[in-house]
């Protein structure tokens, strides 16, 4: 009933820029809590950043100053502004809708992810 589609991955250089941008659509009353996870190869998916739909943000301590997580409630997005991009910071990003409530059923929470967008930091 939720989908949840990321896009702005890609290929850049070390020091550069990418935004991630994600779209949750479906009969969505709320979603609490939005983010961006990610996983490189061979380790655990990580949370990178999220954000309340009243605007409390976290952030991992590796991209504290670098990044920046933002949020359209009534459209249902959520962005990533990446920069100063490191070659660790290479991964498969996953957008993720924490506590949302869909019509139709009741007030029940669930969770929703999307299918990910890879990013790629290389000279």
């Known amino acids: 009933q939720v989908q949840l589609v990321e896009s702005g991955g890609g290929l850049v250089q070390p020091g550069g820029s990418l935004r991630l941008s994600c779209l949750a659509s479906?009969?969505?009353?709320?979603?609490?809590?939005m983010g961006w996870y990610r996983q490189a190869t061979g380790k655990q998916r990580e949370l990178v950043a999220s954000?309340?739909?009243?605007?409390?943000?976290e952030y991992v301590d590796s991209v504290k100053g670098r990044f920046t997580i933002d949020r359209d409630n009534a459209k249902n997005m959520v962005f990533l502004q990446m920069n100063s991009l490191k070659p660790e910071d290479t991964a498969v990003y996953y957008c993720?809708?924490?506590?949302?409530?869909?019509?139709?059923?009741?007030?029940?929470?669930?969770?929703?992810w999307g299918q990910g967008t890879q990013v790629t930091v290389s000279s």
């Open positions: 479906g009969n969505i009353i709320t979603i609490y809590s």
């Open positions: 954000i309340t739909s009243g605007g409390w943000r």
């Open positions: 993720n809708a924490d506590r949302t409530v869909v019509k139709g059923q009741g007030w029940r929470e669930s969770e929703y």
